[in-house]
Nanobody, 129 residues
Framework: QVQLVESGGGLVQAGDSLKLSCAGS????????SGWFRQAPGKEREFVAA????????DYADSVKDRFTISRDNTKNMVYLQMNSVKYEETAVYYC??????????????????????WGQGTQLTVSS
């Protein structure tokens, strides 16, 4: 079992920066890939970013590339999402997820929420215009 707890959400203004955190525990969280997804009201859950176990490989949705940065600290069992220049339309619940594979899947798979094995409860981000 892997437990994931997100934190860092809140109310910000468009253009602000924010850092989300995901604390992982159980099994060997630091050995597997992790991802961030988001879900706005009435919309499907969508991929934001992913990172492999070591942190050397990352992937981003086109809409957040160059503004968001995913990182991890395996000594602390933490995964982070630094969000810069956030936009109003990025208001959503942000979820951390773990993908229990020892390799970094190919792009279609690592962006597919159905491929992930464990999920946190989510943290709400509200961006005011």
């Amino acid at each position: 079992q892997v437990q994931l707890v997100e934190s860092g959400g809140g109310l910000v203004q468009a253009g602000d920066s924010l850092k989300l955190s995901c604390a992982g525990s159980g099994r060997t969280f630091s050995s597997y890939a992790s991802g961030w997804f988001r879900q706005a009201p009435g919309k499907e859950r969508e991929f934001v970013a992913a990172i492999n176990w070591s942190g050397r490989n990352t992937d981003y949705a086109d809409s957040v590339k160059d503004r968001f940065t995913i990182s991890r600290d395996n000594t602390k069992n933490m995964v982070y999402l630094q969000m810069n220049s956030v936009k109003y339309e990025e208001t959503a619940v942000y979820y951390c997820a773990a993908l229990l594979r020892l390799y970094f899947p190919s792009r279609p798979s690592r962006q597919d929420p159905a491929r992930y094995d464990y999920w946190g409860q989510g943290t709400q981000l509200t961006v005011s215009s």
